[in-house]
């Protein structure tokens, strides 16, 4: 129950000002003029007048309040957030392979004012895969058609995955790109759903190691020959989840004359065999965004607070700078990048000008020769030169010794970046050197921010650097002063603010405004229904894309936080990310780690496993049992332990909330095989064989360690089994007259087997011997003499 927050503003003016009047007499007798003329009494009332105020302010907490106290504890409102969906594509496979850069536009058909922009730099390629093979146990089993049958997916190592099963891929030609990807889609529909997993989240270890491998025999060689592949990315986490796989592909001699990559299982368990629904080449992701390009914002007026507003709001803003791979389409304008880069010393002025010239020199040693500034080829369908200079400031990303106090002195630098010790762990050192290269081409590095300059228009893209100068922006003016280019802006309703020449700079009746880029998303309308054909836009001649249909929904979509929301979600926030204190704290935290399903946890206090019978102060134990393969999938998968991955993953994750004298201990449950014999006694006209199985059913369902137990909610770790439980089952199952010499595990009829402190059952061979209601009244002594023994 929360808190009752008082209520401050409790008295009105007039109230005020009456208390005020009455303690004159006492603080001051001779004063006896108490009508409104007097000037005393003009004073109470002003005071009263600036009490009420104080009291109504205090009362009613800002926004801005609450921003600054949430950003305190480390929470901020979510910002907005575009749809994101994948469309598969057929690309024309006499064409060659062709390079759609990050932001290009794609669009669904019938729904043209909402536009989305791939998320990442894609080679469209001729390449198809042509047939799937799973090797599983030593037999082979062609997968291709089961993408088309009735269950519509098929297991990748088979039902019960081996260290060194595989599955192959054989494709139709070969990859003659730099970089290629295909996208797995693994089906997870009769699945749970868990936490999200970030692919650079850390501390998750997946549950089974996958190396990626290519064939590279010869036409004359009969054994298969394969190499490791150079992968770049695998956003699958070993076949953990859907994703892609991106690898630099070897050339077509490399292979040899067998175009087939295979993932090898090397080490681990799956919890649950993976199932692949597709494997497709051509698969573009994007998010519902749309990057708008110098925008005409009219002319300055020379005024005072002058108000400008875009076309398009509210603005996708994010100031968290990504750490990701540099993208080809992350340049605005590669030819003006590179005119910059060629014309340094005619295009800028000291001291930006050695500032460009160290970076040409860090891009030159990095890409082990001159770096080719002639003319970009406007033919180039794999935008060569690009991708070349891509590689090349993806690599200078990740150069600690890049930032240079002397070599950077013409922009201006946040100093949390500067600070010693903050640049050490890699994510860092690339957000950090990506902002860098923001503040010395601002106007050309595009991302989710904004970009404001004021000018004179040019007719040639080199001039644009001496005709347009870039604003920066601030929260207020307060501390603005008269020459410091600085505007306000305010992203719900894209109104841009300037200053009134004494704080903040005015833009001058001769100069045009312009927005040089900015990113507008619809949020929730983004999240469009599965099933639109899609289009690519700015295609080059002669190129064919065939209109295709994306499989699944755009996801996740959604408008800006409002405060009220962030308070609500502050009560869960606080709730989770805390220290874990209590049992229940590690228990919850272990069902919701990020990536995994968890099915259960138990916290056994003062329990180190490698001393199970001593009490010790400050060991905790936390046994997890993952969860297992849906039934009607695999009917005869039997219990599978978590892997080493999976233990260490929530490991990782309890080490950074624990307290510091608490060591953590993950394991898993031991599972013991539990066999059930004794007597069934029938009802009568009771089939044997269909109570038999009923039997057989009860039985599996009561020892079924996730779901069955004494209350169906998966048995108590440790719990002993107990043959009057057993029986009380039993008799639950139609046709059941009574049961008799129920046993577990060859011991003594109606004697309890005692389970290890994490045991589990699992249902083994029962030896059940059912005894008919007329060869029961045959022997009737026997069955009174039995009937004793329940």
Sequence with gaps: MSLLLPNLDDKEFSRIVEEARLLIPAASPEWTDHNVHDPGITFVELFAWLAEIAHYRLNRTSVASYERFFSLMGVTTQPAQGAEVSVPFEFNPLAEALLIPASTKMRAIGLEGLLFETLRDQYLTKVTVSRVVTQASGREIVQTTAEKNEVGHYEAFGASPQIGDFLRLEFEDWFEEPRAQFQITLFEDDLPPRQPLSLKAQGFEPSATVRWEYRNDGPGETQEQWTELNVIEDGTLGLSRTGDLIFKPPTETDAGTHKALRAVLTGGTFEIPPRIVSIRTNTVRARQVETVVNEDLGLGLGTADQLVRLKKYPLLINTQIDDGPFQVGEVLDWEALVGRLRDADVLYD?????????????????????????????????????????VAFDTLLNDSDLYNRSKFSSVNTPQEFKESGRCQNKSTIRQFNRLLLQLVFPDLFVSDRFELQVGLPAERTEDEVRSWHSWSRVDDFLKSGPDDYHYVLDEETGTVLFGNGLNGKVPQTSEFIRARFYRYSQSEQGNIKAGHQWVLDLLPPNTTISKQINPTAAVGGRRKETIDETKIRTREVFRKERAVLTGSDF???????????????????NFNPKFPCLQLPGEVTLIVEPQPPPRAAFPDATPVGPSDGFLRTIQNLIENRRIVTTNIHVIGPTYVEVNVSGRVFLKKRASESDVSQSLNRALSQFLDPVFGGPDGKGWPFGRSIFPSEISQQLVKVD????????????????KALAMPYNGLPTTGKHSIVTVTFEARGSDANSAQQDNGCV
Excluded: C
């Design 735 to 750: 046709g059941v007259d009574y049961v008799t010499k129920i046993a577990v595990n060859g011991l003594e009829p109606g």
């Design 587 to 605: 228990e919850a935290l272990a069902l919701n780690t990020p990536g995994l399903r968890v099915a259960r946890a138990k916290v056994i206090p």
């Design 350 to 390: 000291s001291p930006l000008r050695e500032t460009i010239h160290y970076l040409l020199d860090k891009l030159n040693s990095i890409a082990g020769a001159t770096i080719d500034l002639s003319e970009l080829d406007p033919t180039d369908r794999l935008m060569t030169q690009q991708y070349e200079l891509a």
